[in-house]
């Protein structure tokens, strides 16, 4: 029976999911926003991230102690990333970038794969089922500290952008290349740093992940569909958008999955990611393309 | 007749090759590589000469497999009119597909995200639908004869699949020689232009986009036939669609020869990744995306420009 409670613990359930879909989403369209390129290797270098929090785990370090010294190792790794790989390889050309990224991710996928096996992996917590209480619903801890993780770090990224000198420099060469090259800016480093900021809040979004989720080489797959949906939905390049899609899909996803059952509730997300590409390519928050 | 003169020689040192292909493994081995060659061809015309790079060319791989395996199966037709009907239905595929996003105007990232979209919703509903057997699949009742399309031995379906080749390489030289394929080399290059120069850009890219669906639809029709199982990861997965973009991309962007050349390198490549690395899951496909980052980085024009200009530095250095 659908009582109001079982839809309000599935909107909340929704929420809670679609916060860290929205973390996810986050970096990918920080980095559409300033290079104008999908970055086809976001859910390999999620994976690889969830690899590296489960192994944090295996040596004693919990996901959440991890969380900080990750953020910083992948803000390093997706740096390099853009600037000895991806930036050099395209030679400056947007077709490129798709094929380069597209490389990237079958490289780091297929390593994973190689390295690990495809035997999906969880790790056991102390405080892996706790609940805490909210009014008349249960919301699962870890869920609820991935909720707050990442809303924390959506701020810290809009605050970033909006008042340090990198955030400036990164917004100036998203708006116009050659001006920010004009008055001293380096696009490539900011290409490079912004990438490595993606690439941190996906290390940031693994460790709050692995507490309540499964790692295997391709889960990274299972994340990046529902993340373009969010970029598309937000509007390319739009964080705030990013964040509001993200939240607005997890409470879709709840919701249908209840309604429809899990395998068909998948369908509902590419169908709506298909019709906002056909219908509504600016997104629902239309940054102008 | 000259600008096939090339092709016809190609043909010619693959059949020789075939026939000297006596052992099981190695004809397997280039039936996978050429039915992959098939798709690339499929790719190459879209992605190489019309610039629009899809990331879900498994739709159209899916689709024919598909049709060809469950109208066999499930309604008894006769297998060579499946292999039409599979066809036909991967250039249907290709049509909506192309209809929609071109009219909407979509490029680049979007048009490779949502082919990819697309591939995904089919993968899905392939493996819930009750019509392709659900997760489990569907089998072609083993008949081997070639009335059923059947063969014994892989040395007839080698020889199937190079003629189909061939023909695809003829299609390519065609296309590169038309009207037609100017419009589409124009569309890549520079879209608006061609518009102002009244290339009716929509129109130019349907027409590639069904040759391009029929092309590696030929290439699943065959696959299944080959296999005589299809599922949906199989047909739909993505495995197909990065053969299918890493091939011509690998031997050759935009070029007649480079499907071809790119499938039986990567093949190559692959089998010797397995001496190396024993039969490791992931090592092949690996080497696929690292030899994608390596040939887009240090060689555009993919193996085939690279042996062009190794032979033309050589002349130059001989005279």
């Known amino acids: 029976m659908l009582t109001p409670d079982i839809l309000a613990a599935a909107v909340v359930n929704g929420l809670t999911t679609g916060a860290v879909y929205a973390l996810i989403a986050v970096g990918l369209t920080l980095v559409y926003g300033v290079l104008h390129i999908v970055n086809f290797a976001h859910g390999a270098i999620l994976a690889a991230a969830m690899f590296a929090a489960y192994f944090a785990f295996q040596y004693g370090v919990d996901p959440y102690v991890a969380l900080a010294p990750l953020a910083v190792v992948f803000f390093g790794l997706g740096y390099a990333a853009q600037r000895l790989v991806i930036g050099p390889a395209s030679h400056g050309e947007d077709r490129n970038v798709l094929l380069v990224t597209l490389g990237l991710s079958i490289v780091i996928e297929n390593l994973l794969l190689a390295a690990f096996s495809s035997d999906t992996r969880s790790i056991n917590t102390t405080y892996g089922f706790a609940t805490i209480r909210l009014g008349p619903l249960f919301v699962s801890l870890p869920k609820a500290i991935g909720f707050g993780v990442s809303c924390a770090v959506g701020m810290t990224l809009w605050a970033l952008l909006n008042y340090t000198d990198i955030g400036k420099a990164i917004r100036a060469v998203a708006k116009e290349r050659m001006g920010a090259r004009l008055v001293g800016i380096d696009p490539p480093h900011v290409f490079a740093v912004t990438f490595g900021l993606s690439a941190a809040c996906l290390a940031i979004a693994a460790c709050v992940l692995l507490p309540v989720y499964y790692v295997d080489p391709r889960v990274g797959e299972a994340y990046v569909l529902i993340a373009f949906t969010i970029v598309v939905l937000g509007g390319m390049g739009s964080i705030a958008g990013a964040m509001v899609g993200g939240l607005l899909i997890g409470v879709v996803e709840s919701l249908s999955g209840l309604l429809l059952g899990d395998s068909l509730g998948q369908l509902g997300i590419y169908l709506i990611f298909i019709l906002v590409l056909l219908l509504r390519p600016r997104g629902l928050f239309g940054a102008t393309a | 007749m000259r600008p096939y003169l090339s092709i016809v020689i190609v043909a010619l040192a693959l059949a020789a090759l075939a026939s000297l292909a006596h052992s099981n493994t190695l004809a397997n081995s280039l039936v996978t590589a050429t039915i992959i060659a098939l798709a690339g061809y499929g790719w190459n015309l879209l992605g190489g000469y019309?610039?629009?790079?899809?990331?879900?060319?498994?739709?159209?791989?899916?689709?024919?497999?598909?049709?060809?395996?469950?109208?066999?199966?499930?309604?008894?037709?006769?297998?060579?009119?499946?292999?039409?009907?599979?066809?036909?239905?991967?250039?249907?595929?290709?049509?909506?597909?192309?209809?929609?996003?071109?009219?909407?105007?979509?490029?680049?990232?979007?048009?490779?995200?949502?082919?990819?979209?697309?591939?995904?919703?089919?993968?899905?509903?392939?493996?819930?639908?009750?019509?392709?057997?659900?997760?489990?699949?569907?089998?072609?009742?083993?008949?081997?004869?070639?009335?059923?399309?059947?063969?014994?031995?892989?040395?007839?379906?080698?020889?199937?699949?190079?003629?189909?080749?061939?023909?695809?390489?003829?299609?390519?030289?065609?296309?590169?020689?038309?009207?037609?394929?100017?419009?589409?080399?124009?569309?890549?290059?520079?879209?608006?232009?061609?518009?102002?120069?009244?290339?009716?850009?929509?129109?130019?890219?349907?027409?590639?986009?069904?040759?391009?669906?029929?092309?590696?639809?030929?290439?699943?029709?065959?696959?299944a036939q080959y296999f005589l199982f299809v599922d949906a990861s199989i047909a739909f997965g993505p495995w197909i669609s990065i053969e299918a973009l890493a091939a011509p991309i690998v031997g050759g962007l935009g070029t007649v020869f480079g499907p071809l050349v790119g499938a039986l390198a990567l093949d190559g490549f692959g089998e010797a990744a397995h001496a190396v690395a024993g039969r490791t899951p992931g090592i092949e496909l690996a080497l696929y995306g690292a030899l994608l980052v390596l040939v887009v980085a240090v060689a555009r024009d993919g193996l085939q420009g690279l042996a062009v200009r190794f032979f033309a530095a050589r002349r130059a250095g001989a005279a």
């Open chain 2, 50 to 223: 019309g610039g629009q790079y899809s990331f879900g060319h498994a739709a159209f791989f899916g689709a024919a497999a598909y049709v060809d395996a469950v109208a066999q199966a499930r309604y008894g037709v006769n297998a060579y009119a499946a292999f039409v009907l599979a066809t036909a239905a991967a250039a249907l595929v290709g049509v909506v597909i192309g209809y929609l996003s071109f009219r909407a105007g979509l490029r680049g990232s979007y048009f490779a995200l949502i082919t990819l979209a697309f591939a995904e919703v089919m993968r899905v509903l392939a493996n819930a639908a009750g019509i392709t057997g659900g997760a489990a699949g569907t089998l072609i009742r083993l008949a081997p004869s070639p009335s059923h399309f059947q063969f014994v031995g892989r040395q007839p379906y080698l020889w199937i699949v190079l003629v189909l080749v061939t023909l695809a390489m003829i299609a390519t030289r065609a296309v590169e020689r038309s009207r037609f394929g100017a419009y589409l080399v124009a569309v890549r290059e520079n879209e608006a232009a061609a518009r102002a120069l009244g290339v009716d850009a929509l129109r130019v890219k349907l027409q590639a986009i069904v040759i391009s669906a029929a092309l590696t639809g030929l290439a699943g029709a065959l696959y």
